[in-house]
């Protein structure tokens, strides 16, 4: 029991420590893929190839003057930037970033807890995240700030439907809530993303607004609103809120990769961990191959993570009629649809034919018939 | 703590009592530790709702208390409440809350507390529902749980989904028929433009 315990706090602290590194490092992929798309240099100054940049951007926000603005509600001011770390490093706890490790002869799950509601854990955190942005923004005592949290009020409400009822579709598929059975569901290249590609597609455009990345950035939109919803701070407070954006960043890319693209499944991995354990032994086999598949899923992150930097710095941002109109007339009617076509697929016995059957239908009738009658109505009006 | 004590004793308490109140708390378990101090901060949120003079404020400290409250729901093992209690209350309705909150202008305290009409009022009326409350916990039949063969499971989704849908299906959907007639109900009233009938 001890040993147990001892190895769940050893894996725990880990996952904390490699998404506050992670967080770290995203700023410096960030810039220096941003300085790749538009043909700059980027950071190179600080250490080979710019590497310490990172550290030297959080010394600086350390030694910057900590204030508070007189009008200030001093104590929220506070709170903000708080709520909305801790909500970005709660959701780690259910994502399993591997299989199980044995150590002293008990299998371990590489996990911060297997819940049976771990997916739940996961949507109750993210829609607790914008209360940090909503909170601090309103604690400003500024307008623009007040902008800011009112826009991330209502888009993350909007877009939380869209992304909650593409969940169902995964959970009506596996029959679980718990992170670790789906992702053990998706044995091999059995992944989601074959039997769910236009889940996946509404998952990402969700998970993109829940992080308030561009093109879902209104909440801070800097040509409209200063800074959006932390124009009053600085230091590390705001160090804090560019962080937890970050650590969102790769907890959802951890989320989508889970859900979506297997998790730490991967190809080959019945050969692989046989051959492992013909040549290292039942434990070290295991545990190798048990490694093997933590570092697919990182690899998989990896590639979120850059998906959503690229997509930051190649699209314009929404205008916020549009954003409203994509959430509200256009993805959770798709959803609502895309759920029934995964539950009749389910029925039928053959879901990864009738799923794509379904969409095929689906588009048929969207591309096809529904612009004939669009135009009778437009015209009616 | 000589003075800790001095303050017991002026309630009437002697040494004795203060020594077993003490041996109490040092035997308290792990569970028992973690139930108080969410009870506590749950009362503390409670009242920091009501008695605080900025609603937002009032709004942090009830989502504080819905924090608790969805703690307590795990220490019964109750998981799924716990989460859509986080989900739904937390998430999503105190959300809305501080939305609205944000577009009123709340700089001018309120002065309705300042009448006596509605201080008399207000009183009678929350006496009469704590005398409700207090007598229905009274009168109400608490069946103790055996721990030896109470299932541990009864909390969890899947119980709960398997007695939804098999011993209160009818309602349960019943429920949702209701949801969809107050959503279509609330967007009917919302969008009424000149000219509409009044119903």
Redesign the interface.
């Known amino acids: 029991m001890d040993t147990v315990l001892i190895v769940k706090a050893i894996i725990v602290i880990a996952i904390f420590a490699i998404s506050m590194l992670m967080a770290l490092y995203e700023t410096y992929a960030e810039r220096v893929i941003a300085a790749f798309i538009q043909d700059r240099v980027g950071p190179d100054r600080a250490g080979p190839f710019g590497l310490l940049q990172p550290l030297a951007d959080g010394g600086k926000l350390f030694f910057k003057e900590d204030f508070i603005p007189t009008k200030a509600d001093k104590w929220l001011f506070i709170l903000g930037p708080a709520v909305a770390m801790s909500t970005a490093l709660l959701s780690s706890a259910v994502i399993p970033f591997g299989d199980t490790i044995i150590v002293a002869g008990q299998k371990i799950d590489v996990q911060g807890m297997d819940v049976n509601i771990g997916i739940l854990w996961i949507f109750g955190i993210v829609s607790l995240g914008v209360y940090g942005i909503l909170i601090g923004g309103w604690a400003s005592n500024n307008k623009y700030s007040l902008y800011g949290a009112i826009r991330a009020a209502s888009q993350t409400i909007s877009y939380e439907l869209a992304m909650g009822i593409s969940l169902l579709a995964i959970i009506l598929m596996t029959g679980s809530l718990s992170v670790k059975s789906i992702v053990l569901g998706q044995h091999g290249i059995d992944w989601n993303i074959f039997y769910q590609p236009m889940g996946f597609l509404l998952f990402l455009t969700c998970s993109l607004a829940e992080c308030n990345r561009t093109p879902f950035d209104l909440p801070e939109s800097e040509n409209e609103l200063v800074a959006g919803y932390h124009t009053e701070y600085g230091s590390m407070k705001m160090g804090l809120y560019l962080f937890s954006e970050y650590v969102n960043m790769f907890i959802s890319s951890a989320v989508l990769a889970s859900l979506y693209l297997g998790g730490f499944n991967y190809p080959g991995m019945d050969f692989v961990y046989s051959k492992l354990v013909g040549s290292f032994g039942e434990v070290t086999g295991h545990n190798l191959a048990t490694a093997l598949g933590t570092l697919t899923l990182f690899l998989k992150i990896f590639f979120f993570i850059f998906l959503f930097m690229w997509i930051r710095w190649t699209l314009p941002r929404f205008r916020y009629d549009q954003l409203m109109n994509v959430a509200w007339k256009w993805m959770m009617p798709v959803a609502i649809v895309n759920l029934i076509i995964t539950a009749a697929a389910e029925l039928s016995g053959k879901p990864l034919l009738y799923n794509w059957v379904g969409l095929a239908i689906f588009g048929a009738i969207y591309f096809g018939l529904f612009p004939i009658f669009k135009k009778k109505t437009v015209s009616a009006n | 703590m000589p003075g800790l004590k001095k303050t017991w004793r002026n309630f009437g308490l002697n040494n004795k009592d203060f020594m077993q109140y003490l041996e109490l708390i040092k035997n308290l378990t792990f569970v028992q530790w973690t139930f108080y101090f969410l009870s506590i901060m749950s009362l503390f949120g409670a009242l920091g709702t009501i008695l605080s003079k900025?609603p937002?404020?009032s709004v942090?400290y009830l989502?504080l208390t819905f924090f608790t409250l969805s703690g307590i729901y795990l220490l019964l093992n109750a998981?799924?409440l716990?989460?859509?209690n986080?989900?739904v209350y937390?998430?999503?309705i105190m959300?809305?809350f501080?939305?609205v909150l944000?577009?009123l202008n709340l700089k001018k305290e309120s002065n309705e507390l300042s009448q006596n009409s509605m201080l008399i009022s207000a009183a009678i009326a929350g006496g009469l529902l704590g005398l409700i409350l207090i007598v229905a916990i009274k009168k109400a039949e608490t069946i103790r749980v055996n721990y030896n063969d109470f299932d541990s499971k009864t909390g969890?989704?899947?119980t709960l989904g398997k007695v939804l849908f098999n011993n209160y299906m009818l309602p349960f959907e019943l429920v949702s028929v209701l949801f969809l007639v107050a959503m279509s109900g609330a967007v009917l009233l919302a969008k009424r433009e000149k000219g509409d009938s009044h119903f």
């Open positions: 900025n937002i404020h942090v989502i998981q799924f716990a989460a859509v986080i989900i937390a998430g999503a959300v809305l501080l939305f944000m577009f969890l989704i899947e």
